[in-house]
């Protein structure tokens, strides 16, 4: 479970940050609570909908699952793998957002911007890993936070079909690295989420328990970050980069480009 950094703690754009974020979480629990109580409901009704209209002539052991089909349109299963999908595409795009205004106010300290904020683009990971590392001195997508993006991605951009073995296992890798396998702790299993694995195990299927774990991992990175940016922010901390930053002759970094700073 995620503890969040003190605001006096941190540079504003991680409470900016940390509102969103908790929305999206209390999004994943309600629709939890709320849903899995509809939905039983709805099963519910079509088991007496069947006993008053069950004809053997007409209808065989089926018919339930007809009627609840008819009456909801999607399984619960396929429910809650978009709800998964949805959580964890809106914790990468929150934790690339914070990223960008995170970048852009320690530059603001040292007299320059990312010229992206001017603009609807935005820029590219490999840019932004560069920048962390050479004028922040930190990873921003550690082992941990790479796979999170590979499931991000997968989910985004097919659906979460995996097309291969290797791609299977890629999956369980990944899953095995964030460590987000293991039975519920007392405070996670108060928060009452539905706690049946998917049906289906093909593809990037994730438990509800699964989907809350990796918001924990995002979470704590951005703190993690917050807390290496903030002395650049307001501690009066410097280094070679942002130092020549100030002077308008940044130093060349490969990969790069200037043109990402508006001096």
Known sequence: MVTYIPSHDVSAEYSVWRMPEEEVRAFLIATNHGMSEWLDAQWAAAEARADAIFDPEQHDEGLVAELFQEAVGVWPDEYFWQLSSAVIKDACALYEVFLDAMANAVLRRFGASLSSRGTENSWKWPECELFYRHYIGIDVAPPDIKAVLWIRNKLTHLRGDLRTPAGEADFQAHVALLKIDAPATADEAALGLVSEAPYMTRGVRLTQLQTLRILD???????????????????????????????????PIKGFPASLLQL
Do not use: M, W
């Open 217 to 251: 991992v995002v979470a704590d990175r951005v703190g993690t970050v917050a807390k290496a940016a903030f002395p650049f922010d307001y501690g009066g901390k410097a280094n070679p980069h942002l130092l020549a930053v100030r002077a308008k002759a940044p130093l």
